[in-house]
């Protein structure tokens, strides 16, 4: 499998110092038919992997009913790879949460992909807030690959370790394995892959199983399982 060079563009980091992180829930249909009354865990998708990753699992019938998911990110820009303003952006946006005040939630998931400005700084911001609310808090995150760098590497494990103070676990998705495991197959099935196993760990933490297959047919789906 060929992986992509990354590209980082350069950016108005002045107007980066301006953005505005939300809270919005994803939009799956679900919301009216089950109600958020129904649900006790909620997952906190932060940034844009996180939420590209999540969106098959928020469209799992089963999980909609237990779950409410939530998306965060900075718009319309970003964090530009900065950390710094992405924990900004998330203290400030945890200032005005309301989310928390009108659900009765017991359990949260915290979702993110490390390396990043969004995920690296405010997953670790999200889950502390989250913990001292007094939620059961349960980390999901996925580490950068090798060839982004020894940077990003370290300012993941990092943000790893600082999450972990606030959880009763957090489960490491290590992107290299995934490179090795499906070095023959695309990148749609890698990521497709990534999904999968994010929506399984959804379904470990929160003890929701909807899915019959074997969980390593859920997690290593190939494009030959596909067909059968």
């Known amino acids: 499998m060929q992986c992509p060079r ?9 107007a980066l110092k301006q953005q505005n992180m939300e809270i919005k829930e994803f939009i799956t249909g679900s919301s009216e038919e089950n109600g958020n ?12 992997g996180a939420i590209t990753a999540t969106r098959r699992a928020s469209r799992n019938k089963l999980l909609q ?13 970003g964090c530009g790879s900065n ?13 005005k949460e309301t989310v928390l005040a009108h659900n009765s939630f017991h359990k949260a998931i915290v979702i993110c992909t490390l390396g ?40 993941s494990l990092a943000a790893v370790n600082e999450m972990s103070n ?10 290299d394995i995934y490179q090795m495991l499906l070095k023959d ?15 399984n760990a959804i379904s470990f933490a929160t003890g929701i199983y909807p899915q019959k297959a074997p969980w390593y047919k859920r997690i290593f789906r190939t494009k030959t ?3 059968r």
């Open 185 to 199: 197959e695309t990148m749609t099935d890698y990521f497709d892959a990534i999904d999968s196993h994010i929506e």
């Open 166 to 175: 606030y959880a009763k676990a957090t489960i490491v998705i290590n992107e």
């Open 65 to 77: 009913k237990h779950v409410a998911f939530f998306q965060c990110d900075n718009e319309p820009l």
């Open 116 to 155: 990043g400005g969004t995920g690296t700084g405010a997953a670790p911001v999200f889950a502390k807030y989250l913990y001292e609310k007094g939620l059961e808090v349960t980390n999901i995150v996925t580490l950068p690959f090798s060839f982004e760098g020894k940077n990003r590497k370290s300012i």
């Open 37 to 48: 009354g129904n649900r006790d865990v909620a997952v906190f998708a932060i940034g844009t």
């Open 83 to 95: 950390e710094t303003i992405g924990r900004q952006t998330a203290e400030e946006c945890l200032l």
């Open 225 to 227: 399982d596909k067909r």
């Open 6 to 14: 990354l590209a980082y563009p350069i950016l108005n980091f002045a």
